[in-house]
Structures are given as C-alpha cells and as structure tokens.
C-alpha cells in the first residue's frame, strides 16, 4: 500500500501563486505517473497535471502556462506550482500516484487539499 500525503492548499487571491506538495510512502515498487486531479462543487473530478517517471508532462487546457508539475524521484513527491490563479481554479485538489508492482499498476488517491481563490 501507498500513502500520499499532500500540503499547501489554502486561501490566495486572484493572481496570487500557491504551490501543492505530495509525498508517498509505504510500500513502494515503481511509481510512473504522478498527477493532480480537481473537484469543484457540483462538477467532476478532472485532470490538472501529469507527470511520468522520465519527466514527460501533460496539462489541462485550462492550466496551460499558469501550473507547473514537477517530481523529485528520489524523495518520491509531485509537486503543483500555480501561479495567476483565477477563481475558477477553486476546488479539492488530488493527488494520483499510480505505483507499478511489476504486474499490475496500482492507482492510490490523496486525501485531497481545498484551494480557494477568492478576493
């Protein structure tokens, strides 16, 4: 089992910048893809960034040139750099770490962490 922990979620105003941390822990083997997922009240959850082991990135539309994910391998953790945040960035921010256990790839969420952008 893997263990994500995530941090830095809170309260900014409108281009303000926050920055998301997510550690996993446990019983780790390969982790590939790294990622952050939003929820807004009453809609979906959707994909903000990905990131694979060998660095290669993935946004949505919606955050191109604003988010910025990275990883550090070696301390097993995602980050999501927001910058220029709007308020339609609000909602609980998730982090996805899909972990290879050499025949399966296993998919563990965080708890999540509630970004607000509001004046």
Known sequence: ??????????????GG?????CAASGTIFSINAMGWYRQAPGKQRELVATITSRGSTNYADSVKGRFTIS?????NTVYLQMNNLKPEDTA??????????G??????????TQVTVSS
């Not at 089992?1 to 409108?14: A, D, F, I, K, W």
């Open 17 to 21: 910048s926050l920055r998301l941390s």
């Open 92 to 101: 609980v921010y998730y982090c996805n770490v899909v972990d290879n256990d």
């Open 1 to 14: 089992q893997v263990q994500l922990v995530e941090s830095g979620g809170g309260l900014v105003q409108p």
């Open 103 to 112: 025949k399966y790839d296993n998919s563990y969420w965080g708890q999540g």
């Open 71 to 75: 990883r550090d391998n070696a301390k």
